[in-house]
T-cell receptor, first 116, second 113 residues
Framework: GAVVSQHPSWVICKSGTSVKIECRSL??????MFWYRQFPKQSLMLMAT?????????EQGVEKDKFLINHASLTLSTLTVTSAHPEDSSFYIC????????????FGPGTRLTVL | GENVEQHPSTLSVQEGDSAVIKCTYS??????FPWYKQELGKRPQLIID?????GEKKDQRIAVTLNKTAKHFSLHITETQPEDSAVYFC????????????FGKGTRLSVIA
């Protein structure tokens, strides 16, 4: 099946710093990628939809200036958490839709962010 | 927008018994319904999906049924095994451009040996 990678798998940072998370589709092109946030024992909360070559679409309540998304190519989307605070600590998971198989959506392994 | 409700939130079954998880959705335009399995600390894995032109789909011990009139769909796992223990999420999406999946809140399934 299709593979989505995510880097880093975990990161610990100090409050006030910025963290960049990369999401790559390894064997397919992804016009659209999605970024989710998951708190312990909770469901996946959609943060934003990342479209290659255009601005991301953010869900209500998600600060676009805090969570910067760039989708510069058909295989790479990045999420930058700017000026991170402890409440940003969470599991961030990206997902990519295979442009050739419009329905199927594959998930990356996730990035666990801990802000001290 | 779409809203997906999932029940139950937790489910315990004896090994070998069947498990059923149910979901309802609100948007009649939704036409794609996948199910994901997530083990602790890992990514959600697609285990089965169904499209609105089909009422039932089966893959070995896993089956999904869809009732478009009632706007609900269910996951059935037969002959459960301890390795089936995980959190299961249903989702719904309308096939229109870049519409994202909307997930249910998840069901924690525990299979007791």
């Amino acid at each position: 099946g299709a593979v989505v990678s995510q880097h880093p798998s975990w990161v610990i940072c100090k409050s006030g710093t910025s963290v960049k998370i990369e999401c790559r589709s390894l064997d397919f092109q992804a016009t659209t990628m999605f970024w989710y946030r998951q708190f312990p024992k909770q469901s996946l909360m959609l943060m934003a939809t990342s479209n290659e070559g255009s601005k991301a679409t953010y869900e209500q309540g998600v600060e676009k200036d805090k969570f910067l998304i760039n989708h510069a190519s058909l295989t790479l989307s990045t999420l930058t958490v700017t000026s991170a605070h402890p409440e940003d600590s969470s599991f961030y998971i990206c997902s990519a839709r295979d442009s050739g198989m419009a329905d199927t959506q594959y998930f990356g392994p996730g990035t666990r962010l801990t802000v001290l | 927008g779409e809203n997906v409700e999932q029940h139950p939130s937790t489910l315990s079954v004896q090994e070998g018994d069947s498990a059923v998880i149910k979901c309802t959705y609100s948007d009649s335009a939704s036409n794609y319904f996948p199910w994901y399995k997530q083990e602790l600390g890992k990514r959600p894995q697609l285990i089965i999906d169904i499209r609105s032109n089909v009422g039932e789909k089966k893959d070995q011990r896993i089956a999904v049924t869809l009732n478009k009139t009632a706007k609900h769909f269910s996951l059935h796992i037969t002959e459960t095994q301890p390795e089936d223990s995980a959190v299961y999420f249903c989702a719904a999406r309308s096939y229109s451009g870049n519409t994202p999946l909307v997930f249910g809140k998840g069901t924690r399934l525990s299979v007791i040996a």
